[in-house]
C-alpha cells in the first residue's frame, strides 16, 4: 500500500519551454503533497506544499510563477516548470502524506530527472 | 534553522553492524524522527520512524536520547544492497518545517 507514481520519470527539454510533472497516490488519498528538488550529491530540498482545492505554499526562494502547482484531486498533484532553463535541471520529487499536511508519513514518488538544454 | 547533520560517507563491510548518526540540535517538540533510504536516481524509502528512546523494526533500530537532540540508525548485519543514501528527516523547532539532513553515502564492501 501507500504508492506515489511520478510521470515522466525522465524529461529533455529546451530552454524556454514548459515541462509538466504529474504525482499521483495510487492506493490512498492524500490530502497534501510534497514537491521537493534534489541537485546531484545533495539533499531534497522543499519545494512547495500542496493541499487539495487550495493554493500552494511555496518555500522562501522558489518562484511561485516559475514553478505552478496544482492539487485538482486527492490522488493528483501536477508541477509545471515554466520557461524552463539549464540551471532548473534537477530530480523533482513529490510525495504524498497520509497523517494531514505536518509531513510526518510521507510516501515518495520514484522522481523525474528534468535536463534542460 | 535546525542543523541536521550527518556524516558524509560511511563505509562498511557485508555482515557488520552500521550506526549512522544525525545530529538535530534545534528539533521541534511534537515532532517524530524518521529516517530513509536513496538509491540513485529513486525516490527515498521509509526505514523507521520513532520520538523517543528505541524502535525496532524488521531492517533497523533507530535510537534517540532523552534531549532528542541527536538520532542514531542502526543497521544490522548489512549486506551489498545496502549501500545508499541514508536521510534522517526532522521539524525544525525554529521554522516549524520538516527539513532532510545532509544525508550519508553507505558504501558496503564484499
Redesign the interface.
Known amino acids: 500500500g501507500a504508492v506515489v507514481s511520478q510521470h515522466p520519470s525522465w524529461v529533455i527539454c529546451k530552454s524556454g519551454t514548459s515541462v509538466k510533472i504529474e504525482c499521483r497516490s495510487l492506493d490512498f488519498q492524500a490530502t497534501t503533497m510534497f514537491w521537493y528538488r534534489q541537485f546531484p550529491k545533495q539533499s531534497l530540498m522543499l519545494m512547495a506544499t500542496s493541499n487539495e482545492g487550495s493554493k500552494a505554499t511555496y518555500e522562501q526562494g522558489v518562484e511561485k510563477d516559475k514553478f505552478l502547482i496544482n492539487h485538482a484531486s486527492l490522488t493528483l498533484s501536477t508541477l509545471t516548470v515554466t520557461s524552463a532553463h539549464p540551471e532548473d535541471s534537477s530530480f523533482y520529487i513529490c510525495s504524498a502524506d497520509t497523517a494531514g499536511d505536518r509531513g510526518l508519513e510521507q510516501y515518495f514518488g520514484p522522481g523525474t530527472r528534468l535536463t534542460v538544454t | 534553522l535546525a542543523k541536521t547533520t550527518q556524516p558524509i560517507s560511511m563505509d562498511s563491510y557485508e555482515g557488520q553492524e552500521v550506526n549512522i548518526t544525525c545530529s538535530h540540535n534545534n528539533i521541534a517538540t511534537n515532532?517524530?524522527i524518521?529516517w530513509?533510504q536513496q538509491f540513485p536516481?529513486?525516490?527515498?524509502?521509509?526505514i523507521i520512524?520513532g520520538y523517543k528512546t528505541k524502535v525496532t523494526n524488521e531492517v533497523a533500530s533507530l535510537f534517540i536520547p532523552a534531549d532528542r537532540k541527536s538520532s542514531t540508525l542502526s543497521l544490522p548485519r548489512v549486506s551489498l544492497s545496502d549501500t545508499a543514501v541514508y536521510?534522517c528527516?526532522v521539524?525544525d523547532r525554529s521554522t516549524d518545517?520538516?527539513?532532510?539532513?545532509?544525508?550519508t553515502r553507505l558504501q558496503v564492501f564484499p
Open positions: 515532532d517524530y524518521t530513509y536516481s529513486q525516490g527515498p524509502r521509509f520512524q536521510y528527516l521539524g518545517k520538516l527539513i532532510f539532513g545532509t544525508g
